[in-house]
């Protein structure tokens, strides 16, 4: 595998007046002049069009445990290949891949078949779009879903959730699984912490959970910026009233990059958990804490059985039958367990 500069023509723009181009991707719609990147760092303007210049650039490619995306209800116990690109179209100060997000690391090119052909082998449930921001990569994105499709492969996307509604809509036709990252229910803090906005990706989450995709959202909890009882109650009953089946994974902060807040308090993660189930959620789980079982396991929500156990990445499926409660009946939010 080699780095290739090739640039690629991209989708969703419009030419504007002098060579200039917009970029209709994401909400950011980037007015490019010739030469000019978008907030992105992987769209351009080259001679009054626009290239997605990253195209099949991966930064990082692995074999990892699905539960590492995180995704709890999708393929359980499987692994995925995961691959990314350089590039994020939100600049959020705490990043912990701010070293491919928000700046270059070293690339190597990667078809879209030759994704398939690493993916090939037993164990491995699909391929997963992770690591800084996929949807930045939407060209790449769709054709190696495409290529996973013909070759009977699941696809999966750890998104940010800052993209336009029309490409939405195609990826929501093709992509399987989804897993959002809800960075908080404040407006102000994207503006503030991520150079975004709230309400776009309220719109893609309440988009995807109408769709046939599978959808996860995940949140980062941190210390005195997201993690008042007030705004985690508003974010999970908001989450509910769309969906109370959608799994919720509240992860703990530790410092990194800008952000040199101390790490959120375990009573936190505990409360925010109790929250959570308390606005109706039925699947909430804790990451980046070791704490008691009932914080990582699946129960079922009407006869309250343990159908997976999860210690650290190692998953044990104890009672499901393909995706129902073995002991009541009743079908759980879970995509093809085994």
Request: proline fraction near 7%.
């Given at each position: 595998?080699?780095?290739?500069?090739e640039?690629?023509?991209?989708?969703?723009?419009e030419?504007?007046?002098?060579d200039?181009?917009?970029?209709?991707?994401?909400?950011h719609?980037?007015v490019?002049?010739?030469?000019?990147?978008?907030?992105?760092?992987?769209?351009?303007n080259?001679?009054?069009?626009?290239?997605?210049?990253?195209?099949?650039?991966?930064?990082a490619?692995?074999?990892?445990?699905i539960?590492k995306?995180?995704?709890y209800?999708?393929?359980?116990?499987q692994?995925i290949?995961?691959v990314?690109?350089?590039?994020?179209?939100?600049?959020?100060?705490?990043?912990?891949n701010?070293f491919?997000?928000q700046?270059?690391?070293?690339?190597?090119?990667?078809?879209?078949?030759?994704?398939?052909?690493?993916?090939?082998r037993?164990g491995?449930?699909?391929v997963?779009?992770?690591?800084?921001?996929?949807?930045v990569?939407?060209?790449?994105?769709?054709?190696t879903v495409?290529?996973c499709?013909?070759?009977?492969?699941?696809?999966a996307?750890?998104s940010?959730?800052?993209?336009?509604?029309?490409?939405?809509?195609?990826?929501?036709?093709?992509?399987d699984?989804?897993n959002?990252?809800?960075?908080s229910?404040?407006?102000?803090?994207?503006r503030s912490?991520?150079g975004g906005?709230?309400?776009?990706?309220?719109r893609?989450?309440e988009?995807?959970?109408?769709s046939?995709?599978?959808?996860?959202?995940a949140?980062?909890?941190?210390?005195n910026?997201n993690?008042s009882?007030?705004?985690?109650g508003k974010?999970?009953?908001?989450?509910?009233?769309?969906d109370?089946?959608t799994p919720?994974h509240?992860?703990?902060?530790?410092p990194?990059?800008?952000?040199?807040?101390?790490?959120?308090?375990?009573?936190?993660?505990?409360?925010?958990w109790e929250?959570?189930?308390?606005?109706?959620?039925?699947?909430?789980?804790l990451?980046?804490?070791?704490?008691d079982?009932k914080?990582?396991e699946?129960?079922c929500p009407d006869c309250?059985?343990?159908?997976?156990r999860?210690?650290?990445?190692?998953?044990?499926i104890l009672g499901?039958?393909?995706?129902t409660?073995?002991?009541?009946?009743?079908?759980?939010n879970i995509?093809?367990?085994?």
């Amino acid at each position: 595998m080699t780095t290739v500069n090739e640039p690629h023509p991209a989708r969703w723009w419009e030419a504007v007046d002098n060579d200039r181009v917009r970029c209709d991707l994401c909400p950011h719609h980037c007015v490019l002049a010739p030469n000019q990147t978008g907030e992105c760092r992987v769209r351009q303007n080259i001679g009054g069009k626009l290239y997605a210049i990253g195209y099949a650039n991966t930064v990082a490619l692995s074999i990892d445990p699905i539960e590492k995306k995180p995704f709890y209800h999708f393929f359980p116990g499987q692994s995925i290949f995961s691959v990314g690109p350089n590039g994020c179209n939100l600049h959020c100060r705490y990043c912990q891949n701010h070293f491919s997000s928000q700046s270059s690391t070293p690339t190597d090119h990667l078809s879209p078949e030759q994704v398939v052909r690493f993916a090939n082998r037993p164990g491995v449930a699909g391929v997963a779009f992770t690591y800084t921001e996929p949807l930045v990569w939407y060209e790449y994105v769709m054709d190696t879903v495409r290529a996973c499709q013909r070759s009977g492969f699941s696809t999966a996307c750890v998104s940010n959730g800052y993209i336009s509604l029309e490409p939405l809509e195609e990826l929501l036709g093709a992509v399987d699984a989804f897993n959002f990252d809800l960075k908080s229910f404040s407006d102000d803090f994207y503006r503030s912490q991520c150079g975004g906005r709230l309400y776009p990706i309220l719109r893609t989450i309440e988009t995807a959970i109408q769709s046939p995709a599978h959808v996860e959202v995940a949140l980062l909890l941190i210390t005195n910026l997201n993690d008042s009882p007030e705004e985690v109650g508003k974010l999970c009953r908001w989450l509910a009233e769309h969906d109370p089946e959608t799994p919720l994974h509240l992860s703990r902060y530790h410092p990194s990059w800008k952000l040199k807040l101390p790490s959120t308090p375990v009573a936190t993660m505990m409360r925010s958990w109790e929250i959570a189930r308390e606005a109706g959620l039925k699947h909430v789980y804790l990451g980046n804490v070791t704490l008691d079982d009932k914080y990582t396991e699946t129960r079922c929500p009407d006869c309250d059985a343990v159908l997976i156990r999860r210690q650290s990445y190692q998953t044990r499926i104890l009672g499901l039958n393909g995706e129902t409660c073995t002991a009541c009946g009743r079908k759980i939010n879970i995509v093809n367990t085994v």
